[in-house]
């Protein structure tokens, strides 16, 4: 069984920095994604950042420039960095880890963007 354990989530004002950790763990081969969603009071839970096989990234549109997603294959980790966050980036942040025989998700972490 894998389990992922997040942190680094807090309150924060327009135009701050957050970094979020993310850290996998258990019966671990292969890591396929590893990356980050967000869930925002009355959204539906999006694709924020994530490494793909370890080589690809993506982003959402909405973060492309301010967020960077890195990865620390020998620690099983994945960090997010959060510049210039704004009110709308205030959500539950959760990690998410998956490969072919598991879908791990963390229970999620809060980032709140407000003065």
């Known amino acids: 069984q894998v389990q992922v354990v997040e942190s680094g989530g807090g309150l924060v004002q327009p135009g701050g920095s957050l970094r979020l950790s993310c850290a996998a763990s258990?019966?671990?081969?292969?890591?396929?994604?590893m990356g980050w969603y967000r869930q925002a009071p009355g959204k539906e839970r999006e694709l924020v950042a994530g490494?793909?096989?370890?080589?690809?990234?993506r982003y959402a549109d909405s973060v492309k420039g301010r967020f960077t997603i890195s990865r620390d294959n020998a620690k099983n980790t994945v960090y997010l960095q959060m510049n210039s966050l704004k009110p709308e980036d205030t959500a539950v942040y959760y990690c998410?880890?998956?490969?072919?025989?598991?879908?791990?998700w963390g229970q999620g972490t809060q980032v709140t963007v407000s003065l």
């Open positions: 998410n880890a998956r490969d072919h025989a598991y879908d791990a």
């Open positions: 258990g019966s671990i081969f292969s890591i396929n994604f």
């Open positions: 490494i793909i096989s370890g080589i690809s990234v």
